[in-house]
């Protein structure tokens, strides 16, 4: 058995992130590896302790730790300014953290952790950045090998490149969750051992504990014989940092008033408005507000993932504008359509185009998107098909190649293999 570091893993805030985590999990167990997992937060923050509860429950094996920097977005201004600095002396070597470094060194493979981190176009981006890379810069002055997990990219500047090209070319391998993140990245940087693959989401395995609480908290609302279109909202900038601008949020509104009016007024067809995403509740309930005297719709607020996708399961169609709600739908071998604000990044177009999936963009002006969901709906055992065959694959593919990997750095490690566990 193989020991990994896997960094970093997200909080509960946004079940997307979660489910990149337990993608992950689930991907490495498969590998027969044992897992040494590095939160983005640090053991003193509570959304740490509420991840651990949550994994633990799930993933008993996994060892969870907290990270080196204090990261939490809910902190004031003057504790942010002051975690920032300490956060940079210790990325010039400053202060560092010992007892992190040992216990992320003291595996036989470093594994990052995957989602959309890279991009940089500001300075909070670059800081951001540094930080993030963090513990590949170690993972390099000890000599052990790591790789990067599926990931898309944004733009990226110059004084992001620099910072990026060494420890992205020192990787063993760096997998792309599609193709336009490759391309871009493969323009961008010269001598990577890049390779496509699809979002780590795609990787978790069916639960069934996570089915009885779905059958415990929803069987009653999905027991009737309507068919369901589920429907997640998101007017949040990239990064969740804050809102859109009202004209931008106000298109994307109308275009779901519309959609949400077309099937409301069908005999066999209910809404369910999903929130997976804190941020997301409020608009949604906005919306849920406008139609909730009819019967026709329901509000479902799930954090848990797992629980989410069984929720996924049980509708004919999802109409996301959350990447991983897609995501979990098509996991579920439940087709989806796509409606995204181009700053979004590369990811949300390019996992439409893997599956050949219809989507819009809000900058398209649509006035509703009754027409790409009506085509997926009448073809939905084409789609299911496609998604089921491109997710095994997909799944082979990057399993066989971290096999790969794996053993050409067995033995290369010896030394760290007779260290002790921190």
């Avoid at 996708?309 to 359509?337: D, F, Q, V, W």
Wanted: glycine residues 4%; charged residues 30%; contains cysteine.
């Amino acid at each position: 058995m193989k020991t990994v570091s896997l960094i970093y893993t997200y909080g509960l805030k946004n079940s997307g992130d979660m489910a990149i985590n337990l993608g992950a999990f689930d991907l490495l167990l498969d590998l027969d590896c044992e897992i040494k997992a590095f939160s983005k937060s640090d053991e003193s923050d509570k959304e740490f302790k509420i991840t651990q509860t949550y994994i633990n429950e799930y993933y008993p094996q996994i060892k969870l730790y907290g990270g080196p920097f204090k990261l939490n977005r809910d902190d004031s201004k003057i504790t942010t300014i002051i975690n920032h600095i300490n956060g940079y002396l210790k990325t010039i070597g400053v202060n560092e953290d010992i007892k992190f470094i040992e216990r992320l060194t003291s595996s036989q493979l470093v594994v990052f952790n995957g989602g959309n981190l890279f991009r940089s176009e500001s300075i909070t981006d670059y800081a951001r950045l540094k930080a993030l890379m963090y513990p590949l810069k170690k993972a390099q002055e000890k000599k052990i090998p790591y790789i990067i997990l599926p990931h898309s990219a944004s733009t990226i500047n110059k004084r992001g490149s620099r910072l990026l090209d060494n420890n992205l070319v020192n990787a063993k391998r760096f997998f792309t969750r599609e193709d336009m993140s490759y391309d871009y990245l493969g323009r961008k940087f010269t001598n990577l051992q890049m390779e496509k693959s699809i979002d780590l989401a795609f990787f978790i395995k069916n639960n069934d504990l996570a089915k009885k609480k779905f059958n415990d908290k929803y069987q009653s609302i999905f027991n009737t014989n309507s068919n369901k279109i589920a429907i997640t909202l998101r007017t949040q900038v990239v990064g969740d940092l804050g809102e859109l601008n009202t004209s931008t949020k106000n298109k994307i509104l109308d275009a779901i008033r519309n959609t949400i009016k077309h099937y409301i007024n069908m005999d066999d067809y209910q809404i369910m408005l999903i929130v997976q995403t804190r941020k997301d509740r409020e608009v949604t309930e906005q919306i849920y507000n406008e139609y909730k005297s009819t019967d026709k719709i329901a509000i479902i607020e799930e954090y848990d993932t797992l629980v989410l996708k069984e929720i996924y399961r049980n509708c004919k169609l999802l109409i996301g504008m959350r990447l991983h709600s897609i995501i979990l739908a098509l996991s579920a071998n439940t087709p989806a359509i796509g409606y995204f604000e181009k700053t979004w990044g590369f990811k949300n177009p390019g996992l439409m185009q893997k599956f050949d999936l219809p989507y819009k963009l809000v900058e398209d002006e649509v006035d509703n998107l009754i027409p790409e969901s009506s085509l997926v709906i009448e073809e939905t055992s084409k789609y299911k098909s496609r998604i089921k065959d491109i997710i095994e694959k997909e799944k082979s593919m990057i399993k066989t190649s971290l096999e790969h990997i794996m053993k050409a750095n067995d033995g290369s490690n010896n030394i760290n293999n007779l260290k002790r566990e921190v």
